[in-house]
């Protein structure tokens, strides 16, 4: 406890007009929150004021960050004005550090108000990178429409934000530390805890931890590699897979938190993990996995370099859940996915007689329908899984999922995939990004192509590729209304299904945090005839040249 209480200030500032959270909390690029006077206190300031006072007196909340620059600094700043702005616990990960799965755990553990991410997820890091604030509200998961808009509204008209500038706080002691404020009857209490420990409790009542060690331990060792890219899952890959599961200290890679993650955006993907990919098409291992900066994404590779694809991931997932005792003793209460990820989740749920719903891009409407219990596993084809143990993606988790099932099934990865293609078929799929696009642009591609697609003309078109006919079934902008509460979310992106439940889809995300607009296209081909599943995916999706056709339609 300090002996002298330390002064809470007021200080006169300015508002911004480009602080609206997107689905992904506020990115922008570091130089921005670092250089910017009052830039970052602003935004905390408008997002600590977004919470009812009443709820905000005493309150707790969990402050985490994935290590990239300027994290540390952020953080000191947040629990300054977290102080002052009257919470009562704060809850940090050692170093800093927490994952965004740990956050989402440690929230619904504590049943703390939310938790405050410092992360910009796959994004580069460094000075010349990009920084992120993410809130995260009471169940675990991302923060709502309702929260993101009060936010906004809050940041528009920001005039003063309050801090304790004289507050520090040492990152590296873990336990208790109390501090007596000016006009404050109660002192700030910041616990400084372990960051693995209760996300690793979590993981303990959700698979069968010895089945896993003796797959990586036994006779018949199966030989990992783990990249955790540099990023905050090091700690985790290191205590988990390695101290708790026996994976040999070599098999997990790039496991030392860096600021700017070594250089390479911290992306699980062929592109950015490609020293993992030629390690696994060496042939000396078996299973290889990649995880993000903050956790929450993966990728999965088997023997030889085999790539499986997400959205094949969350359905092979899906289809050998009864390897996981957590949902052999809960029962399986529904699948869920994103609109842009491949339909091969649906065709696991029809075999399973299980409910599917299909959603807009944001795991806030997963957290929707495990809230009310109508989820059990949910998915994005952007390399993100998890289930309803939290509220967020959870990458270490899907790892887990995937060594569980080799250790029942006792086949390796590509044999698990092509069994399952096999069985329900093949979903060819492939995404392409367009970054950077004049947003001007972006909108009015958007618009034009939604005028033709929904034209009935459209339904009468047959595009011609090849040997390929693909003849138009339906097309919309597609809108979701929630089953929970009725809501109804519309433009969340156009798409194209032919007859042969092929599809394109055009959507602009929100998730970037350079200037610009960001166009994602869709192309999605389904075969069931298995002569005809070991071909390139850019082979396959003859869909392609319709999508260049259909865009030149509008240009």
Not at 51 to 58: A, E, M, N, S, V
Not at 130 to 149: I, L, Q, R, W
């Amino acid at each position: 406890m300090e002996t002298n209480p330390i002064p809470v200030v007021t200080v006169q500032t300015s508002p911004f007009d480009d602080q609206r959270p997107g689905t992904n909390g506020l990115r922008r690029k570091t130089e921005l929150f670092e250089g910017k006077k009052n830039y970052l206190q602003n935004y905390i300031q408008s997002l600590l004021s977004s919470i009812d006072l009443r709820d905000r007196q005493g309150c707790t909340m969990v402050v985490g960050s994935d290590g990239r620059y300027f994290s540390q600094a952020a953080t000191e700043i947040i629990v300054q004005m977290a102080a002052a702005n009257g919470i009562g616990r704060l809850v940090i990960g050692h170093n800093g550090l927490l994952s965004t799965p740990a956050v989402s755990c440690i929230i619904r553990k504590i049943k703390a108000i939310g938790g405050i991410i410092l992360t910009a997820s796959h994004n580069p890091g460094g000075p010349g990178g990009d920084f992120g604030v993410k809130f995260n509200v009471a169940n675990g998961g991302p923060s709502p429409d309702t929260v993101m808009e009060k936010i906004a509204q809050v940041s528009r008209t920001l005039e003063e934000y309050t801090i304790c500038p004289d507050l520090h706080i040492d990152l590296a002691r873990l336990g208790r530390h109390d501090f007596d404020l000016e006009n404050k009857f109660k002192p700030f209490r910041v616990e400084i805890v372990d960051s693995v420990e209760v996300y690793l409790n979590l993981l303990r009542t959700i698979f069968d931890f010895s089945a896993i060690k003796t797959l990586l331990t036994g006779p018949e060792q199966l030989k990992i590699r783990v990249d955790a890219m540099n990023g905050v899952m090091g700690p985790y890959v290191r205590r988990i897979l390695c101290d708790e599961l026996g994976a040999p200290a070599n098999a997990a890679v790039n496991c030392v938190p860096l600021e700017d993650f070594g250089g390479r955006p911290p992306e699980p993907s062929l592109t950015y993990a490609a020293p993992l990919v030629d390690a696994m098409k060496g042939g000396d291992f078996g299973f290889g996995a990649a995880l993000d900066a903050d956790g929450d994404r993966y990728m999965i590779l088997g023997e030889n370099g085999f790539f499986v694809n997400p959205s094949d991931s969350l359905a092979v997932m899906a289809a050998n859940l009864s390897c996981i005792p957590y949902f052999r003793q809960l029962g399986l209460k529904g699948f869920a996915r994103s609109m842009a990820t491949s339909t091969a989740l649906d065709r696991v749920a029809k075999a399973l007689k299980v409910t599917l719903y299909e959603t807009p891009t944001g795991w806030r409407f997963f957290g929707d329908l495990m809230d009310s219990g109508r989820c059990s596993l949910c998915g994005e084809e952007s390399f993100g899984t998890s289930s309803d143990h939290i509220r967020e993606k959870d990458g270490l988790w899907s790892v887990l999922v995937w060594l569980s099932i080799m250790a029942v099934r006792k086949q390796g990865v590509e044999e698990i995939v092509k069994d399952h293609w096999a069985k329900l078929g093949r979903n060819y799929f492939c995404r392409f990004d367009y970054e950077g696009v004049d947003p001007r642009a972006a909108f009015y591609l958007m618009r034009d192509l939604e005028g033709v697609i929904t034209d009935k003309a459209f339904l009468t078109q047959k595009f011609a590729v090849g040997t390929n006919v693909y003849s138009v079934e339906r097309a919309d902008n597609f809108e979701y209304i929630d089953p929970v509460d009725g809501t109804v979310v519309r433009n969340q992106g156009l798409r194209i299904v032919f007859t042969d439940e092929s599809r394109l889809v055009f959507r602009l995300s929100g998730s970037g945090g350079g200037a610009g607009a960001t166009v994602r296209i869709y192309a999605e081909s389904f075969e069931r005839d298995p002569e005809r599943h070991n071909r390139e995916t850019q082979v396959r999706s003859t869909l392609e040249s319709i999508l260049i056709g259909t865009t030149t339609l509008v240009l």
